[in-house]
């Protein structure tokens, strides 16, 4: 996918790598980017930059994702990719209550269903459209310290290969961007063991993510380790965890120091 004089929709656009990848597309020739967030004066702070348009949208409401497609449609015309980037960092152990389990996968997985939902079938009725999911590493590997985090974000990898496995026939380009450790408000505390492979800035991320729609990939990895990492877990599962083990205790005495 070339993105010159497309219609683009971005969510969590107000910082990080939402706001990187609005004006990313804005420098490729995007016909509009319109910049959704539940942070309306970042939103539209992010498309000023870009002249572009912006609405506050709170993920975790269908009702609000249906306006958002609605109003761009009407505004723009057909969204030719959507980019379902919003996603929140809540909650650690098994014993996080119902709410803060509820919340995570709403905004993080449920956002994603949303769009899809209501998106798939505009754009199956004329010829097809793009979908790029934000999800991360998390969604492939596994976090450590956060079990909501890497349940919600593996879920939503599962999501977006589903919607390729049964959508490719009707048009549908899917890919999902699976970053490790990017300088944005969530990594502000540390990018903890997110970070063994280094930090990178939302804009490389961005940039990797024009590369894979113009390449039309699956999956959008920043960190190209981690198709390796992918590679060690599925060709010696034991020995994977058996690593992921030995991560996690460093990673907890260097959380206690």
Same mark, same amino acid.
């Given at each position: 996918?070339?993105?010159?004089?497309?219609?683009?929709?971005?969510?969590?656009?107000?910082?990080?790598i939402?706001?990187?990848?609005?004006?990313?597309?804005?420098?490729e020739?995007?016909?509009?980017?319109v910049?959704?967030?539940?942070?309306?004066?970042?939103a539209a702070?992010?498309?000023r930059?870009?002249?572009?348009?912006?609405?506050?949208?709170?993920? !975790?409401?269908?009702?609000?994702?249906?306006? =958002? $497609?609605?109003?761009?449609?009407? +505004?723009? @015309?057909?969204i030719? *990719?959507?980019?379902?980037?919003?996603?929140?960092?809540?909650?650690?152990?098994?014993?996080?209550?119902?709410?803060?389990?509820q919340?995570i996968?709403e905004?993080?997985?449920l !956002?994603?269903?949303?769009?899809?939902r209501? =998106? $798939?079938?505009?754009?199956?009725? +004329?010829g @097809?459209?793009y979908? *790029?999911?934000?999800?991360?590493a998390?969604?492939?590997?596994?976090?450590?310290?956060?079990?909501?985090?890497?349940?919600?974000?593996h879920?939503?990898?599962?999501l977006?290969?589903?919607i390729?496995?049964?959508?490719?026939?009707?048009?549908?380009?899917?890919?999902?961007?699976?970053?490790?450790?990017?300088?944005?408000?969530?990594t502000?505390?540390?990018?903890?063991?997110a970070?063994?492979?280094?930090?990178?800035?939302?804009?490389?991320?961005?940039?990797?993510?024009?590369q894979?729609?113009?390449?039309?990939?699956?999956?959008?990895?920043?960190?190209p380790?981690?198709?390796?990492y992918?590679?060690?877990?599925?060709?010696?599962?034991?020995?994977?965890?058996?690593?992921?083990?030995?991560?996690?205790?460093?990673?907890?005495?260097?959380?206690?120091?």
């Amino acid at each position: 996918m070339e993105l010159e004089n497309k219609v683009v929709v971005v969510t969590g656009a107000a910082s990080g790598i939402g706001k990187a990848m609005v004006e990313r597309f804005h420098r490729e020739g995007a016909a509009a980017v319109v910049a959704a967030d539940i942070d309306e004066a970042g939103a539209a702070a992010t498309a000023r930059s870009v002249g572009g348009w912006s609405m506050r949208v709170d993920v !975790s409401r269908e009702s609000d994702i249906v306006t =958002l $497609i609605e109003e761009t449609e009407t +505004r723009f @015309g057909p969204i030719d *990719l959507f980019c379902s980037n919003a996603g929140i960092g809540v909650g650690r152990g098994l014993d996080e209550p119902d709410d803060v389990w509820q919340k995570i996968w709403e905004v993080n997985t449920l !956002s994603h269903v949303y769009a899809a939902r209501n =998106l $798939i079938p505009r754009m199956k009725a +004329r010829g @097809g459209g793009y979908l *790029l999911n934000t999800a991360s590493a998390a969604g492939l590997l596994s976090q450590i310290g956060s079990v909501t985090y890497a349940v919600t974000k593996h879920a939503a990898v599962a999501l977006a290969e589903w919607i390729a496995i049964t959508h490719g026939r009707d048009g549908i380009k899917v890919s999902v961007l699976c970053p490790q450790a990017v300088r944005t408000a969530m990594t502000a505390g540390g990018p903890g063991v997110a970070g063994v492979d280094g930090m990178i800035e939302p804009e490389d991320a961005a940039e990797t993510v024009v590369q894979a729609l113009r390449d039309e990939t699956f999956l959008v990895l920043p960190h190209p380790t981690v198709a390796e990492y992918m590679r060690r877990k599925t060709g010696d599962y034991d020995r994977w965890i058996r690593g992921m083990q030995r991560l996690q205790e460093q990673y907890l005495d260097a959380d206690q120091s």
